[in-house]
Each structure stands twice: as C-alpha cells, then as structure tokens.
C-alpha cells in the first residue's frame, strides 16, 4: 500500500515565489527524504530529514517533519524557471520487510511561471 | 552526472523480443536497485541487490529477469513483454541499508531507459 502521499499533485506559481508541498504518510517512519525529477529524468535527491528531526535547510530548501502528524512538507523559496520538476517524498517505514522498506509517493509537479 | 549509468536510453521492443537493460554504478555501494515508473503510478520497486545477492520481489513477473553479476553492474532481462509494460525503468543505487543498521540512506539514480512495447 502506498505510504506517502504528496499534495497538491500540480502546482503553478510565478517565478519568485515560494512554493511549499506536502507530504503525508501513514506508518512510523526511521527518516523521510525528497527528491526532484526533471521530465524523462532520473531522481535527484535534495534532502534527507531524519525522525527526531524537526526542521532541516539546504539552501532554498526547507524542510519539516512532524512525527505526530505523520506529515512533512518543502518549501523552495524564491523560486526559479529551473526549479520546474515533479518532486517525491520518501519513506523509510519502521519495521517493514525489505521490499516494503523505502516508499515513493505519485509526486507534486511543481511549474515555475516566467 | 551521480554516478549510475543507464544504456540504453530509450529502447523500443516488440512483445516477442528479448532484450537487455544495463546499469552501471562508480560510486562503490553495495546495494542496487531497479525500479519502475509509469504515469500517474507511485515509483515501484521491483528488484533489490545486495552484495549481488537478490531479494526475492514476488510481485514481478517473469518476463523480467535481473542479473547482477557484481556489486557494480546490473541488468533487467526482458522477455515476451506487454504493452503495459511500457516506462520508464530506472536503476538506483546506495550502501545497503540493512548491512548498516536498516536505516535507509540516500539513494542514486540513474537517469532511467525509456521502454516502448509495441
């Protein structure tokens, strides 16, 4: 069954902005990351949040997680054309078989408006 | 450029033919992974490697077929494929989590084959 699920599925803004998305999942979790794919691309990862984490930076990117919500949300700030990706969320569950253990959401894309 | 390197790139097939993704990785991991996207889907594993031992995936048809020969390349063999086979199928790999403690790490991906079953 699927453990994450990123909201909004689509998402478009003008370049500048900021653009925050969410992620919800449904088991305990050891740690939640977020990738970017670019179309037809492969995953990038961005960032990686672990459990007794709360909030984490990278650059324009912000991240929390809150444990007792079992959701996470990415805020890019001032956002660019190039920053026009479709983004994931991961989770590691806790206790799952190997197979279960790192679960996609379907991804928010994200359109930069020039 | 992260390292894991997918050929072909883009691959179009007939249901009766046998083909071969290829993934290569220079990062030194010991886990590789293989996954399948297609639209509107959640990204799906499907086969997992660890110190070129396989985790079994029973939800995988047949007619797909890895083989890892060592800790840095991997194939999908593909067989008497269907339409809905068709996606992007991307390789992944990491240090295997379950040797350092099953907490799941960062994992890299290469930049996918783009299979057509006609």
């Known amino acids: 069954s699927q453990q994450g699920e990123e909201d909004p599925q689509a998402l478009s803004i003008q370049e500048g902005e900021n653009a925050t998305m969410n992620c919800s999942y449904k088991t305990s979790i050891n740690n939640l990351q977020w990738y970017r794919q670019n179309s037809g691309r492969g995953l990038v990862h961005l960032i990686l949040?672990?459990?007794?984490?709360r909030e984490k930076h990278s650059g324009r990117l912000r991240v929390t997680l809150d444990t007792s919500k079992k959701s996470s949300s990415l805020l890019i700030t001032a956002s660019r054309a190039a920053d026009t990706a479709s983004y994931f969320c991961a989770t590691d569950a806790v206790g799952m078989n190997r197979d279960d253990k790192i679960i996609f959401g379907k991804g928010t894309r994200l359109h930069i408006l020039p | 450029e992260t390292g894991v390197t997918q050929t072909p790139r883009h691959l179009v097939m007939g249901m009766t033919n046998k083909k071969s993704l290829k993934c290569e990785q220079h990062l030194g991991h010991n886990a590789m992974y293989w996954y399948k996207q297609s639209a509107k889907k959640p990204l799906e594993l499907m086969f997992v490697?660890?110190?070129?031992?396989?985790?079994e995936n029973n939800s995988v048809p047949s007619r797909f077929s890895p083989e890892c020969p060592n800790s840095s390349h991997l194939f999908l063999h593909l067989h008497t494929l269907q339409p809905e086979d068709s996606a992007l199928y991307l390789c992944a790999s990491s240090q295997d989590p379950w040797l350092a403690g099953a907490v799941t790490g960062e994992l890299f991906f290469g930049e996918g084959s783009r299979l057509t079953v006609l």
């Open positions: 949040i672990r459990s007794n984490e």
């Open positions: 490697y660890s110190l070129e031992e396989r985790v």
